[in-house]
């Protein structure tokens, strides 16, 4: 199951899965995704936030 893969392997399947538009949907902007994953749940959100890549083209 998916909580049992280590931290870093989840890590680099976000960040590898947001940097290929193919898996974005076209209605998702590639710029909130990692909010949206944040969303998921608190131990998500507690990964997510500590992924610096994912936020490197958050706009504002």
Do not use: M, Q, T
């Not at 989840?10 to 990692?34: G, M, R, T």
């Amino acid at each position: 199951p998916f909580h049992r893969l280590p931290l870093e392997i989840i890590a680099e399947i976000f960040v590898l899965c947001l940097s290929n538009s193919e898996y974005v949907f076209n209605s998702i902007k590639k710029d909130i995704a990692p909010l949206l994953l944040c969303n998921v749940s608190s131990s998500w959100r507690s990964l997510v936030l500590g992924i610096p890549r994912l936020w490197n083209k958050l706009s504002i």
